[in-house]
């Protein structure tokens, strides 16, 4: 079973990795536009902690190791921010402006936003043997500030942000922006919350 859960595993950081280079690949490859902007995306963000979770998943499973609890709540971590990243994106494509985008984007787009993420959830509910405690739910916040307090700084040298909320000129100021940070925080919070509970109901089962 460790095996067939590698092997699947390795296809999707296969899929990971392709998606990444072609989201990237304006910079690297066609230099239409710049690396660091590309790169500090958060969907970026979220899926390169992915790759290194589904790596240092990969070799576990194959060692036949049993999975260290810092693997898991970085797999963890990786779950909750690329369905946050998805679930934002899907936000704001309800908008009517910007839903024609969807049939438009390009199946990279598509896969990091929607099919990733989708497994990523099923991946940690079904593949997580370890039982995490409710205090790894706190370590979710610990890098989108990070990530918030860097857009924003950077935002105002660079006169760039990735997404309009974190822009204080679109967003109305930085009262708003700390609302829109506020309601992300409880929706990362709330969706470790269930991450974490599904290992320890599986681990109770057992």
Known sequence: MRFVLAAVRIVVLAVTVWALLSRTSCFYLYGSCIAINVLSYFTI????????????????????RTEPQWLTVLRLLAT??????????????????????LLQAPMSSKLLHFVLPIYAVGDFIFGTRNRLPWSAIWVSLAFPILWAAYTLVRGRTANWYPYFFLDPDAAGGYGMISIYALVLAVVIVALASLLVASTRTRSRLR
């Open 80 to 101: 909750t921010y690329v369905v946050v990243s998805g679930g934002v994106f899907a936000l704001l494509i309800v908008d009517d402006t910007l839903s024609p985008f």
């Open 45 to 64: 963000q979220s899926h390169i902690i992915m790759v290194v979770a589904l790596a240092l998943s990969v070799v576990c499973g194959i060692a036949g």
